[in-house]
């Protein structure tokens, strides 16, 4: 059974403060994801890693920055929440075609 | 641009009624996979496509991949109040790639 797993489901943080959200996977996989899904734009990718130690952008991944030091934790963060961040996260990664997710951190910036 | 484009938006509908969720593309994917997520949960994958023409079964619903791999339908018989929730098409280019999102068709069947 595949795991992906989120460190949190809810967060709500104030404004200006960093953040972190923490993506742990089960299986030996190097490819890894960090989406937003806002209501109305869909599922929109920030940043994704095909190994340790490497990032490569998503479209959208101004204000975000990745840590991958090893192959099964992908970890998203926030250097200076802003409102703007409040959204949905969504953490997945793949098997050959298929892409799957964790149940998603709801972050909500004050 | 919306690369992938899914339709309808939104459909409420009938327990026992039939509907289609179309996902629609000028470009070509290696394959093509369909999600169902519920409010506050991640997405769960349905069903992957990869082969033009290709057509899968999943109790009610079936999938097919357009001959072309730019297109895919979605086909619910019989729905239920169970089968509510947002679906979700995705396309990859390559096999292990970030995938590219419809904006998704949220379900409602009332009984």
């Known amino acids: ?22 993506c742990v996977q089960d299986m030996d ?3 890894m994801f960090w989406y937003r899904q806002d209501p109305g734009l869909g599922l929109r990718l920030i940043y994704f890693s095909y190994d340790v130690k490497m990032k490569e ?10 840590s991958r030091e090893k192959k099964e934790r992908f970890s998203l963060i926030l250097e200076s929440a ?29 | 641009t919306q690369l992938l484009e899914q339709s309808p938006q939104f459909l409420s509908i ?27 949960e991640g997405p769960v994958l349905l069903v992957t496509v990869v ?3 290709e057509v899968k079964k999943l109790k009610r619903l079936t999938f097919q991949f357009g001959d072309a791999r ?3 339908s979605l086909h619910i018989t019989a729905a239920q109040p169970g089968d509510t929730g947002l679906y979700l098409c995705a396309g990859a280019r390559q096999a292990g790639t970030a995938l590219i999102f419809g ?7 009332s009984s």
């Not at chain 1, 489901?9 to 960093?18: F, I, Q």
């Not at chain 2, 593309?25 to 369909?34: E, K, N, R, T």
């Not at chain 2, 904006?103 to 069947?109: A, I, P």
């Open chain 2, 14 to 40: 009938q327990e026992g009624e039939n509907l289609t969720v179309y996902c629609n593309s000028s470009s070509v994917f290696s394959s093509l996979q369909w999600y169902r997520q519920e409010p506050g």
């Open chain 2, 70 to 72: 730019k297109d895919s």
């Open chain 1, 1 to 22: 059974d595949v795991k992906v797993t989120q460190s949190s489901r809810y967060l709500v943080k104030r404004t200006g403060e960093k953040v972190f959200l923490e």
């Open chain 2, 103 to 109: 904006k998704g068709t949220t379900l409602s069947v």
């Open chain 1, 82 to 110: 802003s409102t703007n961040q409040t959204s949905m996260y969504l953490c997945a990664r793949t098997s050959s075609y298929e892409q799957y997710f964790g149940p998603g951190t709801r972050l909500t910036v004050t």
């Open chain 2, 51 to 53: 082969t033009g023409g």
């Open chain 1, 57 to 66: 952008k998503g479209d959208i991944p101004e204000g975000y920055s990745v």
């Open chain 1, 29 to 31: 996989h190097e490819n």
